[in-house]
């Protein structure tokens, strides 16, 4: 399983663009990059998924440069409400055995 | 389309005692997934079922947790008996059977024991 490396915590102010960076150095050809959100006495929700170059909805968009070893999530312009922990995932998602492999995510704060 | 539900929400128990969650997930998804989240953590796989077909346990603390899909449908996760450190919030999420698009999940049951 490719291992994933995010910030602890960023701080950011309303209006601003956000970019949450994770590193998976050693992701392999048939892993895909899943992004999720958790909001306090919340499960976790899916924002958004890639394999390479941008993927954007209506949400965020994805950014994964060639190598792969990286993405960068990208908010833009947050307010007060996306204020939650952001779960960067690596993994084969095309076959039954994807296991999801959380870590300890990266905790936003979003500032008035 | 109503989403994964589980029940209870919360669920407070003394030590030693046993304890079940219950989990209905999304219509139509083959892939049932069962979480446990400590404070301050990410989700930690516990289980997770293929239709009812248990394909990845190897998180689960066979000695005290169980866990059943009748049915291929509905979910129940058991503890028994349940210990201080069991205290969590236990996650019960659903897919299509590959995890494109990802999972959903419920809001979860919290549970203290004391």
């Known amino acids: 399983l490719a291992k994933t490396t995010q910030p602890i915590s960023m701080d950011s102010y309303e209006g601003q663009e956000v970019n949450i960076t994770c590193s998976h150095n050693n992701i392999a050809t048939n892993d895909y990059i899943t992004w999720y959100q958790q909001f306090p006495s919340q499960g976790p929700r899916f924002i958004i998924q890639g394999y390479k170059t941008k993927v954007t909805n209506e949400v965020a968009s994805l950014f994964i440069p060639a190598d792969r070893k990286s993405s960068t999530l990208s908010l833009p312009r947050v307010s007060l409400s996306d204020t939650a922990v952001y779960y960067c995932?690596?993994?084969?998602?095309?076959?039954?055995?994807?296991?999801?492999?959380f870590g300890r995510g990266t905790s936003l704060i979003v500032h008035p | 389309e109503a989403g994964v539900v589980q029940s209870p929400r919360y669920k407070i128990i003394e030590k030693k005692q046993p304890v079940a969650f219950w989990c209905n997930p999304i219509s139509g998804h083959n892939t049932l997934y069962w979480y446990r989240q400590n404070l301050g953590q990410g989700p930690e796989l516990l289980i997770r079922?293929?239709?009812?077909?248990?394909?990845?346990d190897s998180q689960l603390p066979k000695d005290r947790f169980s866990a059943e899909r009748l049915k291929g449908v509905d979910s129940t996760l058991k503890i028994q008996p349940a210990e201080l450190g069991d205290s969590a919030v236990y996650l019960c999420?659903?897919?299509?059977?590959?995890?494109?698009?990802?999972?959903?999940f419920g809001p979860g049951t919290r549970l203290t024991v004391l």
């Open positions: 079922y293929e239709n009812e077909e248990a394909v990845d």
């Open positions: 999420a659903s897919s299509a059977k590959t995890g494109f698009f990802g999972q959903f």
């Open positions: 995932l690596v993994g084969d998602v095309s076959g039954g055995s994807y296991i999801p492999t």
